[in-house]
Structure formats: C-alpha cells, structure tokens
C-alpha cells in the first residue's frame, strides 16, 4: 500500500469494542449496540458496547476498527481483502461498510454532499 491509496481519505475515529457501560452512550436497537459518538472525545474515539444478541458481524465485535471518509466507497471496497459488512446506508446522505485491508479492520463510509 501506498501513500497515495489513501491520499482520499479523511480519518474519522477509532472504534473499540467494549464490555462496560460508557458515559453518554446511545443505544441502536437495529443493531443491538451502545455507542459514543467520537466528536465527544479528544482524540476521536467510539466505544461499541454489542448486545449479546446483536446482529453485527464478529469481527465488529471483537476487533478495534478505523473510520475513514472517502470518495468512492466501493472503489475503497474493491481494494479490501474481506468485507465483513457490505455498503449499509446509514441516511439518506452517508453509507458505510466495514473491511479488512493490510491486517487492518476499516470503517468506510462516503457522504454526499
């Protein structure tokens, strides 16, 4: 990978899976999940606490990811060696996947303007 494979893309945070309760989490019932919006925390930072049952895929379950804005989502996706969760909208202007890519689990997501 090279520097320029990422020059479109804008870091957004760090997601971490969690097991205890986090100051100011929301609740996602569709995804049976708590989570922090990263913009509270200095350093960009999301806890995802998953209900036992939640739908989500494992790997966003037990491993750390990294959040990316980019221009061309499945341009970014076609590059990724497993995608663990496929192009899910989340409004009418954001869509996100999530991916592994050089050992590394990514949140893709692209916003239109």
Known sequence: ???EDYAMAQYMHLGVPVKTPQPNEVYS???KLFLTDPKDHPYQYECLRFEPD???PEDLKNYPHVAYKVDDLNGELAK???IVL???PVDEKTK???AWRDGVLF???E???
Do not use: G, Y
């Open 1 to 3: 990978m090279t520097k």
């Open 29 to 31: 019932p569709e995804m």
């Open 54 to 56: 939640s739908p989500m």
């Open 80 to 82: 990724c060696e497993k």
């Open 86 to 88: 496929p192009v899910t």
């Open 96 to 98: 996100i996947a999530f």
């Open 107 to 109: 949140e893709l997501m």
């Open 111 to 113: 916003c239109a303007d």
